[in-house]
């Protein structure tokens, strides 16, 4: 009994998803730390190789063997090298050898071979010796010699010429013992050295020993040390390897010489027309006419290059990336042209080109490519070229790009290098240099069909029997390869006579030349060779890939394709195996793509720690890059700094210090950086805090370089990628461009608290939500504009600061840029750390890579790739060293691409392919001219008679088209019979036709191309007429011989299948045009050809090449129609063209007009000659009209058609049914449903009988009456609307001019709101700021409270400058920009701002008195201090200069004499001067400043004024100004004490500006979260006080007077509630004034009018409303003492007081109006007795204002401007000396 199954408990959990890994985020910090670590230790030991190095030559001494080897063999060794041995001598030798063979037989073996013992002329000689003696005793050194001979013949390694002749004698010796044995042994050996010998033979191919001569191994030196890119010097001397004689149907001397000659002309066919570019480029720099523009056919120049910075390049390494200007190339289509293509080499120079730097293309983004940039990789990392390169102005930097694609020629010529060295080192032959070199052609068999006892191989030909299947009862799995008779026979494969010959030529000899004319299906055989030598592979034992070689991409996917499919092969796919690699990139097939060689990396899934340093290095390079660009774009914070050891810890202690004075703005101390550098100060206006110095670098406030800051370095990578380095950089930074984006989403649509720490979420929340974005805007354009300025402090000042606080604003930023500065030297050495680590490690990984491909490509079956891919992939193949290499399109492939890709271990070569169609493509036209260098390797063997087989039936061309090739091209060429099954083209008479035309061609200015407008439209015309006749774009390719056509056509065909409307689903699939040269191999049914060529001077180009000609005459299969100049063609005498001509025209095919058939009417022939006659069958027929009958009843009107698919189209005729009960006939096209009647009718209405006009089937009832309404509103107006709108409904819209009940102002309004509007007449009155008020009289309260001013700011600063900041007249003014103007006699100014503190002069002070002068005062003072010597009035000794009589200067001593002479200029002393100072004691003083005279005691009066007189308690604080021209006295000497004193001031002023600017944030933060809610006012008509006046405003005290306002308007309006629940509209729109007033200066500070104004206007306000409640008292209640009279008193003071003109209103009005009020309470002493008259004016005692920038100096020595208001105009009140606001304030 079996055991019992478990049940399972269906009561389980339900199924939970695995929870997926959350991938940890990458530390780049501690990455780039660790590079920087390995670094050192790289720099410091050296390399782990060279550490290997020197380990290993430590511990290995000599080499092992040669410890060991006996004493003996050391001697024989030594005896080798003796010229001529003595018999006693060999006899030593042989017997020593035969006793060591025991313990060293390699090592003897190899002795042996290396000293060629036994083909020693004196050994032989013995052996002769000893044959010829009569002496038949046997001797023991004989027989040894016979065992060593034996062992060195049985080393494969060893050829057989090392043994032959010395085992030939010893096989005839007699006195030997056992000699029976002995023999049998020799003639063994014998036996098996005739098999080496013919394997060796067949090996060789040919004598592989060859001798250099001095002269070819110098020649073959000078190959291998040659440069590929030309240096400067060698373009200017035109030095080239010289290029012999060529005689292509001649041998060649010898393989040194064939190498020597292909190397040299493959090489110049690249360098050539480069070399001749930048000669030309060279020549254009140096000429004096350099102003047109630079065009050479064989380079492209790219100017204005600057050099970026090293970029990490995965799969490259480092490259330079390099951008240059894009103006010449704005119409480039980057991803369709093959500029600046990848892999291609480029030339960086400058000027002459004396220096040249070649690099190559490391990566082509098309998203850089459009920005102008690109990145290169420096060829021989030439550094010190490119810092040179760097030193030069970027617009003399150029880059010269080659039109010839270099990878395609470097790994060719480094190959064909390879070969070189070989041959010069090792005297190593090329392959198959018996045919290649010397053109032999008795060719023998591959090496492989031979086995190693020289017997055929069998092989399976069950692959190639025509069905799969042997029809005959012979067996196919075992023939020998190279017995043909025994093969299956052509019927049983299915070939015919020549596909067999070339079968048994393709697989029987080492070469096999296979030549397919067009439609012989050369593909075809190629794949039967491909399938039997894969088939049959393992029966070889061949281990090796095959390796397939084609010219396109098209060609051998094609090729792969058709391979996948063969049914006798599927065995290589058992178990998901993939034997096939394709090698190279561009492969468009779907099912070859599985089989590409990066498919085959990710099957194996190997990771590599090189490729994980590499992917981190990029990243981390990366990360820097975009970190140093948010250095200019945001704060870092001190917390990174600090760690990254920026900055010293006694600034970090003196910032953090000050922490708890800025904690409630700032929640952490890494943020306390944004209040030591005042950043939201600037929120309002930093206009004013950008420097003049700024300003001269360039830095201005744009919107556009805000712009271009939003642009993240990271926007080229994936999204993932980007988030992480944002995720890392972000914490590092206290302020960013983040910030400015609203709604927490920055620029990028990243959500900014997704990635930011809690702890900057919370000063995000506390301090940026209060920042409005206009303002965040301000900030971030402020600290950008401050961080490119390049002015950095510099490190003997840094060391010396103490507490950061302390400096000013400007030495601050200039301490953090010098952070900054020190930051970005620390990252720009990790970067370049990261860059050599990124290199070291791309190198390893390349390494890892190369063997994990070529592990991939040696265990694969097959290997296929272009001839483009085998040179890229050179060094793979030459590890691989295929045995089988099949070319396919053979006779487009250069000969140099076959030889690079030719190996020692080749055994077999098939060349597929027809040397009379296209040949490889040449760069070089001289070169090809005049060597003939574009004959392929397989045409060169053909035309020296080389074995080759040519298909001879061809299978494509109807025998129509095939015809024109023979006998002209193909003499043999045979049509099958298939091709005589094929339907004539329809619509067309001639299935093949020649149209001849003379239009002429035409050229652009910057092309080589040439283009055909003639040729353009015929051909367009004619595919639309095809299309007609129902054949689809898949039956058609157009041709053109020209590239510039080819685009031409493209254009035209695509405009005219949008215009197309038959056949439309047929032209769904684009059309295929091409170039001539693209189409070779490819075929179609119907081919249209343009030839172009059409000129007077019968040019021909490349039309007149044979290969061309013969590739464009046989692509088609049923129709072939060609366009050109055939009497030009013919007149230039071309052979071939001539041939072909004469032939068309026997067959009548070629013509001036193109005959058309018409389907429909076969009798109708249409004739074309030019594009105008294809209108005549514009739908496919003919002009015969169609007059098929419909099925909706009418006629079709068309021409004739070929498609009767048109009928199908919808009717576009007109309906005309009657379709309704009034007869009306139906107007919409035929195709159309008829619907509603739509005839026009005139209907009225029921109800206002208004007529309108509709269509016939639609209903009155259903539609509103669109007449005009002409019914009276209320107000009298006639209503404007609609008759069906309501007029009750909506209010009247008619303009009126009313009068404006409160202040009599006209109004030009609507009709509905004449009852309560707002006055917009403008106020326009004078403030007394000078500028006209901008409000209207409803916002400034008709006059009474103007809103703030909005001009600019032009006011006097408090340094005399005027301010031109370009602020608003309304806000302070920031510190002045201009140039500080104080100067001294030892200096010519201050080198800082006005607005900054001056720095002082401290040289000594040079007031002294006059040599002459008794008094004798000297000054020992610095400049800056008071001088400690008073005033001498003595007069000046001096005569004065310019007096002629030589009077004595009127002047006083110390000072500049004035220019004045009181006694020869009289006259003007009565105009100066009064009569009091006219007398001879007067002196007069003259100012430096100015140069104006005037008297001393009147000047020293002046500038006393105000300093020491006492009844004038404060001054203002400004400088003394000349009476005449108001120019500041700054440096007279006389009056310096005075000067220095009010300089002293005005820095004072400076201070507490910059005190003010800095603390003001800080102090509005720490007020409003001190202003709690203790007594909430009423807020009335406004909802949110909050969002009126938010309360992180500037203005501390706005938000006070806003309550203290409030405070006082509560207990009226509750009265008022109580009395009335309506208020009066003015009561309200008054209120509403007030409280925005009050808001639009939360960031501005009041003037002091401004608060006087306010003030009145409140008084007003409050008593006005005291008057409306007592108003409303006396008439709810009967007072016996108010009389009627009262009442009218009253009612005209309210009336005055409701709504008066700012002109019109006078105090004496509220005065009279309280005095009335007063006096009607006293006599109703219970009336209103709840307010009193001190609660009606408000207290602004407590409310900061500006006095319009003036400052003024107490006795007590203070300075204040921003005082609290006072009622009175007395400004002799200080505020630090009134007790009542020093208690305030405490």
């Not at 041995?85 to 003897?108: F, N, Q, W």
């Not at 083909?119 to 001797?139: F, I, M, N, Q, Y």
């Not at 070469?511 to 004319?517: D, E, M, R, Y």
């Not at 306390?672 to 700024?694: E, M, Y």
Request: hydrophobic fraction near 30%; charged fraction near 30%.
């Amino acid at each position: 009994m079996g055991r019992r199954k478990r049940r399972r408990s269906f009561d389980r959990k339900p199924f939970e998803p695995k929870r997926r890994r959350v991938k940890s985020p990458f530390d780049f910090r501690r990455y780039a730390k660790y590079v920087e670590e390995q670094a050192q230790n790289y720099y410091d030991y050296g390399s782990d190789d060279e550490i290997g190095y020197e380990i290993s030559m430590e511990t290995s001494g000599e080499p092992d063997g040669e410890d060991k080897l006996p004493v003996e063999l050391k001697n024989v060794e030594k005896m080798f090298d003796v010229p001529i041995l003595d018999g006693h001598d060999i006899k030593y030798i042989v017997c020593m050898l035969t006793a060591a063979l025991g313990s060293e037989p390699d090592r003897i073996c190899s002795l042996l071979k290396t000293k060629d013992f036994f083909r020693r002329h004196d050994v032989l000689s013995l052996v002769t010796e000893k044959l010829t003696s009569k002496c038949c005793d046997s001797e023991e050194w004989l027989e040894n010699m016979v065992k060593l001979v034996i062992l060195i013949t049985k080393q494969e390694d060893i050829k057989t010429k090392y043994t032959k002749t010395i085992l030939g004698l010893l096989s005839q010796i007699k006195c030997i013992n056992d000699d029976t044995i002995v023999k049998d042994q020799i003639r063994e050996t014998i036996r098996i050295l005739n098999v080496r010998e013919k394997l060796e033979k067949l090996k060789d191919d040919g004598d592989t020993t060859f001798i250099l001569s001095d002269e070819i191994k110098d020649e073959l030196r000078k190959l291998v040390n040659w440069p590929i890119l030309p240096s400067a010097q060698m373009i200017r001397q035109n030095e080239s390897l010289p290029i012999l004689p060529r005689d292509l149907n001649l041998p060649y001397k010898s393989p040194a010489h064939y190498l020597i000659d292909q190397f040299s002309l493959f090489l110049e066919d690249f360098i050539g027309p480069l070399r001749r570019g930048i000669r030309n480029y060279m020549e254009y720099v140096n000429s004096k006419e350099t102003q047109g523009r630079f065009k050479d056919d064989n380079v492209r120049i790219y100017k204005r290059i600057r050099l970026l910075d090293n970029k990490c390049v995965p799969g490259s390494g480092v490259g330079l990336e390099v951008q240059f200007d894009m103006k010449m190339f704005k119409k480039i289509r980057w991803e369709s042209c093959n500029f600046l293509q990848y892999g291609n080499v480029v030339c960086l120079t400058y000027d002459d080109c004396s220096d040249l730097v070649y690099a190559l293309i490391a990566n082509r983004d098309l998203k850089q490519l459009t920005d102008g940039r690109v990145l290169l990789k420096i060829l021989n990392d030439d550094v010190q070229s490119i810092n040179n390169l760097r030193n030069v102005q970027e617009c003399r930097l150029v880059m010269i790009e080659s039109k010839s694609f270099y990878m395609v020629y470097d790994h060719t010529l480094k190959s064909l290098k390879t070969l070189a060295s070989a041959m010069l080192e090792k005297n190593e032959n090329i392959p198959f240099a018996k045919y290649l070199v010397y053109l032999k052609q008795d060719v023998l068999e591959p090496l492989y069909t031979r086995k190693k006892n020289f017997d055929v191989r069998l092989a399976d030909f069950g692959c190639l029997l025509r069905y799969g299947k042997q029809t005959s009862k012979t067996s196919y799995e075992k023939v020998p390869m190279l017995n043909v008779d025994k093969w299956p026979t052509s019927e049983e494969m299915g070939l015919n006579k020549d596909q067999y010959e070339a079968l048994k030529k393709c697989l029987t000899k080492r070469i096999g030349i296979l030549q397919g004319p067009p439609g012989t299906g050369k593909t075809w055989m190629g794949l039967r060779i491909m399938e039997f030598l894969l088939y049959n592979k393992s029966k070889f034992e061949e281990s090796r890939p095959i390796l397939l070689l084609s010219y396109t991409n098209h060609a051998l996917d094609q090729f792969f394709e058709k391979l996948l499919d063969s049914v006798s092969l599927r065995f290589l796919f058992r178990g998901k195996e993939r034997p096939f690699v394709r090698v190279g990139g561009r492969c468009a097939n779907e099912r070859v793509q599985k089989f590409m060689l990066k498919e085959h990396r990710k099957q194996e899934r190997y990771w590599s720690e090189n490729r994980r340093h590499v992917q981190n290095s990029t990243k981390c390079v990366k990360y820097i890059d975009t970190f140093l660009s948010y250095l200019q774009k945001g704060i870092v914070s001190t917390r990174f700094l600090e760690t990254e050891n920026i900055i010293s810890p006694q600034h970090i202690w003196s910032l953090e210090i000050n922490f708890r004075f800025h904690e409630k703005f700032v929640p952490c101390k890494e943020a306390i950086i944004i209040s030591w550098l005042c950043i939201p100060n600037v929120a309002t206006d930093f206009r004013g805090h950008v420097t003049k110095a700024q300003r001269e670098n360039g830095i201005e406030i744009d919107d556009l370089f805000l712009q271009e800051n939003q642009k993240r370095i990271l926007g080229d990578d994936d999204d993932d990628f980007e988030k992480e380095i944002l995720h890392a950089i972000r914490p590092s930074f206290v302020f960013a461009d983040e910030h400015l984006c609203p709604n927490n989403v920055n620029s990028n649509g990243i959500i900014f608290n997704t990635f930011f720490p809690q702890i900057f979420r919370n000063i995000h929340q506390v301090f940026w939500n209060r920042v409005s974005y206009e303002k965040r805007r301000r900030m971030l354009s402020y600290v950008q504009q401050n961080l490119r300025c390049q002015d950095i402090m510099p490190v003997q000042n840094v060391r010396r600061i103490r507490n950061v606080w302390r400096l000013s604003l400007r030495e601050r930023w200039k301490l953090y840029r010098f952070w900054i500065h020190q930051l970005s030297i620390k990252f720009q050495n990790q970067r370049t750390n990261l860059i050599s680590h990124f290199s070291r490690k791309s190198q390893d990984d390349h390494h890892e890579r190369f063997k994990r491909d070529l592990s991939i490509l040696t265990s694969c079956q097959m290997i296929g790739m272009t001839t483009t891919g085998a040179a890229s992939n050179m060094e793979l193949l030459r590890e691989i060293r295929p045995r089988i290499v099949v070319v396919e399109e053979a006779a487009q492939v250069h000969e140099q691409h076959i030889l690079g890709c030719l190996t020692k271990d080749l055994q077999h070569l098939i060349l597929i392919g027809d040397h009379q169609q296209l040949r490889p493509t040449m760069n070089n036209y001289d070169l090809r001219c005049q060597y003939n260098t574009d004959v392929s390797l397989m045409e060169r063997l053909v035309m020296n008679g080389f074995p080759f087989q040519c298909l001879a039936q061809q299978h494509r061309m109807r025998p129509e088209i095939s015809c024109m090739l023979t006998p002209a091209i193909y003499p043999s060429l045979q049509d099958h019979l298939t091709v005589l099954e094929y339907q004539d083209v329809k619509g067309m008479k001639h299935n093949i036709f020649f149209i001849d035309h003379q239009n002429p061609e035409s050229q652009t200015n910057y092309s080589t191309s040439y283009t055909n407008d003639f040729e353009v439209e015929m051909i367009a015309n004619l595919y639309k007429y095809l299309i007609l006749q129902g054949y689809s774009n898949s039956d058609i390719t157009i041709l053109s011989a020209y590239n510039d056509q080819v685009r031409k056509i493209r254009t035209r065909v695509s405009q005219i299948s949008q215009q197309l409307v038959i056949g439309r689903e047929l032209s769904n699939q684009r059309v295929h045009i091409t170039a001539v040269d693209n189409f070779q191999g490819e075929e179609n049914k119907i081919i249209l050809l343009s030839l172009v060529r059409s000129n007077e001077d019968c040019k021909l180009g490349h039309l007149g090449d044979p290969q061309r000609i013969c590739v464009l005459l046989s692509r088609a299969k049923e129709g072939f129609y060609a366009f050109g100049n055939f009497q030009m063609l013919y007149k230039r005498n071309n052979p071939l063209w001539m041939k072909i001509i004469t032939k068309a025209k026997e067959k009548d095919v070629l013509g001036k007009s193109l005959s058309l058939v018409c389907k429909n009417h076969p009798q109708k022939i249409t004739s074309v000659s030019g594009p105008e006659d294809f209108e005549n069958v514009k739908d496919g027929g003919c002009d015969e009209p169609c007059a098929t009958l419909l099925q909706c009843g009418h006629v079709c009107e068309r021409k004739c058609h070929a498609d009767n698919s048109i009928h199908d189209l919808p009717c576009q005729k007109a309906c005309l049914k009657k379709w309704c009960d009034d007869g009306h006939l139906c107007q919409k096209e035929c195709y159309k449903e008829c619907g509603p009647c739509m005839e026009r009718v005139k209907k009225k209405y029921l109800t206002c009988e208004h007529e309108v006009c509709v269509p016939c089937s639609e209903d009155l009832s259903d539609r509103p009456c669109p007449a005009k309404c002409t019914r009276q509103r209320d107000c009298g107006h006639i209503c404007t609307l609609k008759c069906s709108q309501n007029c009750n409904k909506y209010p009247c819209q008619v303009v009126v001019q009313v009068t404006h009940p409160a202040c009599g102002h006209e109004s030009v309004i609507k009709c509905s709101a004449k009852d309560n509007f707002f006055c917009q007449k403008e106020c326009r009155e004078t403030l007394p700021c000078g500028h006209f008020c901008k409000g209207t009289c409803h916002s400034c309260s008709n006059g009474r409270l103007h809103i703030q001013c909005k001009q600019v700011c032009s006011r006097d600063l408090i340094c005399g400058h005027n301010c031109n900041t370009g602020h608003l007249c309304s806000s302070m003014c920031p510190p002045c920009n201009k140039k500080c103007e104080r100067i001294c006699e030892h200096r010519e100014g201050c080198p800082r701002l006005c607005g900054e503190i001056c720095e002082p002069c401290t040289r000594p002070c040079n007031w002294d008195c006059d040599r002459k002068c008794k008094n004798s005062f000297k000054c020992s003072k610095q400049c800056f201090e008071d001088c400690e010597r008073p005033r001498c009035d003595n007069r000046c000794k001096r005569t004065l200069k310019g007096c002629n009589s030589r009077h004595r200067c009127t002047g006083v001593c110390g000072e500049i004499c004035p220019n004045f002479c009181k006694r020869c200029n009289n006259d003007q002393l009565h105009e100066m001067f009064s009569e009091a100072k006219r007398n001879d004691k007067a002196l007069f003083i003259e100012l430096v400043d100015c140069g104006h005279i005037f008297d001393l005691d009147a000047m020293d009066r002046h500038m006393q004024s105000e300093s020491s007189d006492e009844s004038n308690k404060n001054r203002q604080v400004a400088l003394k100004m000349c009476p005449k021209c108001s120019t500041p006295i700054k440096r007279s000497k006389r009056y310096r004490n005075i000067n220095n004193q009010i300089f002293r001031d005005l820095e004072e002023v400076k201070r507490d500006i910059e005190k003010g600017r800095v603390s003001m944030f800080h102090n509005s933060f720490w007020i409003n979260q001190s202003l709690k809610e203790n007594t909430t006012p009423v807020s009335f008509f406004v909802d949110n006080i909050d969002e009126l006046l938010p309360k992180n405003s500037k203005n501390i005290f706005a938000r006070k007077l806003l309550i203290y306002f409030v405070l006082k308007i509560g207990p009226r309006f509750n009265e008022l509630e109580r009395a009335d629940r309506e208020f009066p509209p003015e009561i309200k729109g008054t209120y509403l004034i007030m409280v925005k007033w009050i808001g639009k200066h939360a960031d501005i500070i009041f003037k002091d009018y401004e608060l006087r104004q306010f003030a009145n206007e409140v008084e007003r306000y409050l008593l006005y409303l005291d008057l409306i409640l007592m108003k409303r008292e006396f008439d709810e209640n009967d007072y016996t003492n108010i009389t009627q009279s009262d009442k009218e008193r009253l009612e005209c003071h309210m009336t005055k007081l409701r709504c008066p003109g700012g002109s019109t209103f006078k105090p004496e009005d509220i005065t009279k109006a309280k005095s009335a009020f007063e006096e009607l309470r006293r006599k109703e002493p219970t009336s209103c007795s709840w307010i009193s008259d001190d609660e009606r004016r408000i207290s602004l005692q407590n409310v900061a204002c500006t006095k319009q920038g003036k400052w003024y100096k107490c006795t007590n020595s203070h300075i204040y401007s921003i005082g609290f208001f006072v009622d009175t105009s007395d400004e002799s009140q200080c505020p630090e000396c009134r007790p009542s606001i020093k208690n305030s304030n405490r």
